[in-house]
């Protein structure tokens, strides 16, 4: 079945620094990947949709320069939290579309202090 | 636009009991809908999805959910629970066809009391 890793599982950074989030369709290729945001007990909110070769599609309220999203291949997509502050700490999870259904990662529990 | 509704943000059942978890939905235009689990600290795990299909969907671990267009719901059942069940567990809704980005619902959190 198709899977999709991301990585890393757990961070923990710096305030002022930057964290990449990878997210990678393991066994099939997908021109379109997602980005969501996990706050504790709330649900998944979707911050941009990732297009390959192509820039992202930001929803309203979420900062582009902030979340920068690279889908530089059909496999591949990353997320890189830019100078990371502790509001930013969060659940981030990336899910892809294949085989007619959406395959989530297994989500990055990131951390700022 | 597209929405889920799931009532009740905490279920609790005891071991064997019957599992209910209730989703409406809205939607435009036809829509694909899907019941993940969530486990702490990790992704979503597909347990079945309705794309137009039967109107009864079965999924893993003995879950099933019913499409229902005239009540706009698609409530998860499973007739006996158990204590592995525990878990969030979220609704969510796309339009069919393409590659349209997912709603989800607010999540329902099953405790299982043994």
């Known amino acids: 079945g198709a899977v999709v890793s991301q990585h890393p599982s757990r961070v923990i950074c710096k305030s002022g620094t930057s964290v990449k989030i990878e997210c990678r369709s393991l066994?099939?290729?997908?021109?379109?990947m997602f980005w969501y945001r996990q706050f504790p007990k709330q649900s998944l909110m979707l911050m941009a949709t990732?297009?390959?070769?192509?820039?992202?599609?930001?929803e309203q309220g979420v900062e582009k320069d902030k979340f920068l999203i690279n889908h530089a291949s059909l496999t591949l997509s990353t997320l890189t939290v830019t100078s990371a502050h502790p509001e930013d700490s969060s659940f981030y999870i990336c899910?892809?579309?294949?085989?007619?259904?959406?395959?989530f990662g297994s989500g990055t529990r990131l951390t700022v202090v | 636009a597209q929405s889920v509704t799931q009532l009740g943000s905490h279920v609790s059942v005891s071991e064997g009991a019957l599992v209910l978890l209730r989703c409406n939905y809205s939607?435009?235009?036809?829509?694909?809908l899907f019941w993940y689990v969530q486990y702490p600290n990790q992704g979503l795990q597909l347990l079945l999805k309705?794309?137009?299909?039967?109107?009864l969907v079965k999924g893993i671990n003995g879950f099933e959910a019913e499409f229902k267009k005239s009540e706009t719901s698609f409530h998860l059942t499973k007739p006996s629970a158990h204590m592995s069940d525990a878990a969030e567990y979220f609704c969510?809704?796309?339009?069919?066809?393409?590659?349209?980005?997912?709603?989800f619902g607010t999540g329902t959190k099953l405790q299982v009391i043994p």
């Open positions: 899910s892809a579309m294949g085989q007619s259904t959406y395959t």
């Open positions: 066994d099939f290729q997908a021109t379109t």
């Open positions: 990732s297009n390959e070769g192509s820039k992202a599609t930001y």
């Open positions: 939607s435009s235009v036809p829509p694909y």
């Open positions: 309705y794309t137009s299909a039967a109107t």
């Open positions: 969510a809704v796309s339009d069919s066809g393409g590659y349209q980005k997912v709603t």
